[in-house]
C-alpha cells in the first residue's frame, strides 16, 4: 500500500503534468493546414493536449503473423504527432513502421532531415515479412518539421518501388574465420584477441546502478566482433553511447555505410543514460575497423561529426 506521502507526490506530479499540458498554446488552423500539405494527408486535432496527429497505414505490405493474414486495418502502423514546443514552434514525436531492407536508407534520411532517431527495435514476433519500429522526434518549426516527416515517409515508398518484396537480409558468412588480429589492433587501439580466428575487443565504461559502479564486465562496454577472413569479413559491433553522443554516432555509422540494426538501453535509471547502438557491416576487415574507429573518434570528439545538411 502506497504511504500519505508518496500517494500525496503522485498526485502532485500528475497534477503539474496535466496543468502544464492545458497551458500549451493551440496549433492554429494554418500551421495544421501546412502540415496536412507537408505531409499529403489530413491530421487529427486533439485540442485538450495540443496535438495533431497523422497515422500512416502500411497497405502496401501483406503481413502474417504466424499463420494469420492480417489486414491493413489490423496492422501497426506509422504515426507521427506535432506539439507545440516550450524552446521552439513545435515538436514532432513518431514511430515509422518499416521493413529490413528500408531501416538504414530512412534512419539516414531522418537524419540528414534534422530529426533525431531514439529508438530501433521489432515490432511483433513471428511475422512475415519481419517490421521494425523506428522511433523519431525533433524540434523547430511546424515546415521543416512536416517537410522532414514527409521525407523519411517519401524514402520508405522509394524503397519499396525500387523492390516490390523485402530484400532478404545479410549473405551467408565464411565458413571459417582467420582474421589477423594485429593490424585491427593497431587502427583502434585496442588490445583485442582471435583465439578462434574471430577479433574480438571490448571498452568499457562506468555507470551507476542505484549508486553502485558497475563497468565493462557487467555489460557497460563497446564490443567489436569482427569474422570471415582479412579480405572478406563481417562486423558485428555494439557501441554503448549517452544521449549527448547518440545522434552524432549514428550519423557517423551511417555516413561509413555501416547499418543499424537496433538501438536500445540495457537499464533503466542508470547515470548517465547509457544506449547501445547495434552495428552491422561488410568489406576487408582492415576496412571495417577503420569505420569503426572514425565513429569511436567522433563519439569522445577525436573527430569532426559528419555534416549533418
Known amino acids: 500500500m502506497e504511504t500519505p506521502l508518496v500517494s500525496w507526490r503522485s498526485w502532485t506530479v500528475m497534477t503539474v503534468a496535466v496543468c502544464s499540458i492545458a497551458a500549451m498554446p493551440p496549433i492554429s488552423e494554418q ?98 515479412p519481419r517490421l521494425l519500429t523506428l522511433n523519431v522526434t525533433g524540434e523547430g518549426t511546424y515546415q521543416t518539421l512536416g517537410a522532414a516527416m514527409r521525407k523519411t515517409l517519401d524514402e520508405v515508398r522509394r524503397v519499396r518501388s525500387d523492390k516490390r518484396e523485402p530484400a532478404a537480409t545479410g549473405s551467408a558468412a565464411p565458413l571459417n574465420n582467420a582474421i589477423d588480429p594485429s593490424p585491427l589492433n593497431a587502427i583502434l587501439s585496442m588490445r583485442g584477441s582471435a583465439p578462434d580466428g574471430i577479433y574480438r575487443a571490448a571498452i568499457g565504461r562506468v555507470v551507476l546502478v542505484n549508486g553502485t559502479p558497475i563497468g565493462r564486465e557487467m555489460g557497460m562496454s563497446t564490443k567489436v566482433s569482427i569474422f570471415g577472413t582479412n579480405e572478406r569479413a563481417f562486423a558485428d559491433a555494439e557501441l554503448i553511447v549517452n544521449a549527448d553522443e547518440l545522434q552524432r554516432v549514428l550519423l557517423a555509422l551511417r555516413t561509413k555505410d555501416l547499418n543499424i540494426t537496433s538501438i536500445r538501453n540495457h537499464l533503466v535509471g542508470e547515470h548517465p543514460q547509457s544506449i547501445f547502438v547495434r552495428v552491422w557491416g561488410q568489406g576487408t576487415a582492415s576496412d571495417l575497423v577503420k569505420r569503426l574507429r572514425y565513429t569511436l573518434d567522433v563519439e569522445v570528439g577525436a573527430a569532426r561529426p559528419p555534416a549533418e545538411q
Open 31 to 128: 500551421a495544421r493546414a501546412g502540415l496536412d500539405r507537408a505531409l499529403g494527408a489530413k491530421g487529427v486535432y486533439v485540442s485538450e493536449e495540443s496535438a495533431y496527429t497523422f497515422t500512416f497505414p502500411r497497405a502496401d505490405v501483406s503481413l502474417r503473423v504466424g499463420g494469420q493474414r492480417l489486414s491493413p486495418a489490423q496492422s501497426p502502423k506509422s504515426w507521427a504527432t506535432f506539439a507545440p514546443s516550450m524552446h521552439r514552434e513545435g515538436m514532432v514525436n513518431g514511430e515509422l513502421i518499416v521493413l529490413d531492407d528500408e531501416v538504414n536508407p530512412v534512419l539516414t534520411v531522418a537524419l540528414r532531415s534534422g530529426l533525431e532517431v531514439t529508438g530501433l527495435g521489432a515490432t511483433l514476433l513471428s511475422e512475415q
